[in-house]
């Protein structure tokens, strides 16, 4: 079946302009994640959506980011005015859930996004 | 702090060879730690989990073992191949929420013909 998707695959953006990155989750995978990786460093946790509940924004960086999950499937992560120090891989991953938390992660190829 | 340190930061190999990757964390409570392959330019992809009361497990050519006193865990590589070229990440998961999934910096395992 189809795997998690990205778009767009990559992205060349001024600074202080806006940008939407949008993942599509696998189908029927409740949770999805969106993740930040920067070159030689680890991913970076961002947001965290599950259901219907709260998301978990405990990552975002700063207010410039947000992100939304519409009808329990797309989401959109929204930087605005970008600066340089958001260029970076931003991965999306979606998974089932259980209280057990032993579901895959499933990741999408990512958007290289580059503030100039 | 809630950490996962993974080494040699770099690895380069020849074809056939074997290695072992290291990860060590301190993430608490542990819920489980899973290795995952990522090659250039896609998303990471599971190669095996491993829960407290493992202490190895296999997958194909890729044996992953955990020591959960030591809060050790290490992937061996068996006859590399060229494929095989890529970054390894661990990834230590918390209990009780799902939010909290620590990444390693990753390992970067060139395999040379």
């Known amino acids: 079946g189809a795997g998690v998707s990205q778009s767009p695959s990559n992205k060349v953006t001024e600074k202080g302009k806006d940008v939407e990155l949008r993942c599509d989750p696998i189908?029927?995978?409740?949770?999805l994640y969106w993740y930040r990786q920067s070159l030689g460093q680890g991913l970076e946790f961002l947001i965290y959506?599950?259901?219907?509940?709260?998301?978990?924004k405990s990552g975002l960086p700063s207010d410039r980011f947000s992100a939304e999950r519409t009808g329990g499937s797309v989401s959109t992560l929204t930087i605005q005015r970008t600066q340089q120090e958001d260029s970076a891989v931003y991965l999306c991953?979606?998974?089932?859930?259980?209280?057990?938390?032993?579901?895959?992660?499933?990741f999408g190829p990512g958007t290289r996004l580059t503030v100039t | 702090k809630n950490q996962v340190e993974q080494s040699p930061q770099s690895l380069i190999i020849l074809e056939g060879k074997n290695c072992t990757l290291q990860?060590?964390?301190?993430?608490?409570?542990?819920?489980?730690l899973r290795w995952y392959k990522q090659d250039t330019g896609r998303g990471p992809v599971s190669l095996t989990i491993?829960?407290?009361?493992?202490n190895t497990k296999s997958n194909g050519r890729y044996t992953a073992t955990l020591d959960a006193d030591t809060k050790q865990s290490s992937l061996h590589i068996t006859a590399s191949q060229l494929s095989d070229s890529a970054s390894y990440i661990c990834?230590?998961?918390?209990?009780?929420?799902?939010?909290?999934?620590?990444f390693g910096s990753g390992t970067r395992l060139s395999i040379r013909p």
């Open positions: 991953a979606s998974s089932l859930e259980d209280r057990r938390l032993t579901y895959e992660q499933y």
């Open positions: 189908s029927g995978h409740t949770a």
């Open positions: 959506f599950q259901g219907n509940s709260a998301p978990d």
């Open positions: 990860c060590n964390y301190t993430v608490s409570p542990f819920s489980n």
């Open positions: 491993m829960t407290f009361s493992e």
């Open positions: 990834v230590v998961r918390q209990q009780s929420s799902a939010s909290k999934i620590i």
